[in-house]
């Protein structure tokens, strides 16, 4: 039986990074899903997946069982990126190991950055050309990758973690209270520290939070629609995240709004459901984006961080509004952005069959292009057991 090694490269964790891989698993059955993060423990937990660590020495060493490596999602062709753990030479030498030895190596989803070095030009151009499957996250990482030399067309696929958004959202459980997350407040602020330090600190963003909340207040007719600040990422960087949540917050009652904090979400399709029940999403983070677009609310994105390209071609695709920093402009936006309330719904479904198409691909090269009696996905409505259409790829 394929056991193919799932490598995901980023430093910070959140919910979606799990989804892809339990995604994945699902939709790769019955190939043996081992992952590679740098949190393999709380990974295993997560996702109930094996896993191990990103150092070189370690997958090195499981590259002797398994048949497959395949780099999931993050941005390993960007050599800038800071929140990478694995730098581009490391990751030319363990595909190179791969491939001596026999095995197949693929990336799909993954991102690249300006290549500024020969060196960072050669070592991308490899990593691309010796892939047996290579699939970008956007448009604009596949010039990159042109002007370097990577052969066109270049395939563009989506995120895996579109798969995990699939349900339409349902009732979120009552907690201890007898009442759900979202049944007083109605403004969703989904947030990320070094989103708020791009943003210049908890007192800034607080000002923007509260601009917004206004204009909200004013729309829905209410004093105070209030706020839940959900710390978005999970793992080492969760306490760092909810820090700045409670600076937020601080910030927010010296305004007399009313606001609470949200824990990281355990899962994508968790707090999906639980953005239905609000009436506006503010966010600047991609996975959020994914998240509210397919609650079918009211998007605001908020461009807070000019180190995560990703958040504004995201906005881009589901062609939200994004607050622009224009004195006097957030009520328009604010209007906009609810007006389009459910419209981004078709986006959604193209982006699911695109991140469904990149599995069907997958499952061909880890399989030599056998049928597998896989288990059918949970979001799939029909649940045959074939590979689906094509003609869905951007």
Not at 212 to 229: S, T
Not at 255 to 264: A, D, E, F, G
């Amino acid at each position: 039986m394929t056991t193919a090694l799932l490598l995901q490269t980023s430093h910070w964790r959140d919910a979606a990074h799990d989804a892809v891989l339990t995604a994945a698993a699902r939709e790769l059955d019955p190939v043996q899903v081992v992952t590679a993060t740098a949190d393999p423990g709380r990974t295993e937990r997560m996702t109930g997946l094996p896993g191990v660590g990103t150092d070189r020495r370690t997958l090195l060493r499981t590259l002797r069982t398994v048949d497959a490596v395949v780099v999931v999602g993050g941005r390993p062709l960007a050599p800038s990126a800071t929140d990478q753990v694995l730098g581009l030479g490391d990751l030319y030498a363990i595909a190179m190991a791969a491939r001596t030895a026999g095995k197949r190596f693929a990336m799909i989803g993954v991102a690249a950055g300006p290549l500024g070095t020969k060196r960072d030009a050669f070592l991308a151009r490899r990593l691309m050309i010796g892939s047996a499957l290579a699939v970008v996250d956007e448009p604009e990482s596949a010039e990159i990758l042109v002007s370097v030399g990577v052969p066109s067309p270049i395939r563009v696929g989506a995120d895996l973690a579109w798969l995990e958004l699939q349900e339409p959202p349902t009732e979120p459980a009552l907690d201890s209270d007898g009442w759900s997350a979202a049944d007083h407040e109605k403004l969703w602020f989904a947030m990320t520290r070094p989103g708020v330090d791009a943003a210049g600190g908890g007192a800034a963003v607080a000002r923007e939070v509260a601009s917004v909340h206004e204009a909200l207040a004013e729309r829905l007719g209410v004093d105070d629609p209030g706020v839940l600040i959900q710390a978005w990422r999970g793992g080492t960087a969760s306490g760092a995240d909810l820090e700045s949540a409670a600076e937020i917050a601080a910030e927010l009652q010296r305004r007399n709004i009313r606001s609470r904090i949200l824990p990281p979400p355990l899962s994508l399709s968790e707090v999906k459901d639980a953005m239905s029940r609000v009436v506006l999403c503010l966010t600047g983070h991609p996975h959020a984006l994914m998240a509210a677009a397919a609650a079918g609310v009211g998007v605001l994105a908020w461009p807070a961080d000019p180190t995560d390209p990703t958040a504004r071609t995201m906005s881009d695709w589901l062609s939200v509004p994004s607050l622009t920093g224009v004195p006097g402009s957030v009520p328009a936006l604010v209007q906009a952005a609810l007006a389009r309330a459910g419209e981004t719904l078709p986006v959604v479904r193209e982006q699911i069959a695109t991140a469904g198409e990149v599995v069907d691909l997958l499952r061909v090269l880890l399989t030599d292009g056998g049928e597998l009696p896989r288990t059918p996905s949970a979001g799939r409505i029909d649940h045959t057991h074939v590979v689906r259409p094509t003609g869905v790829m951007r």
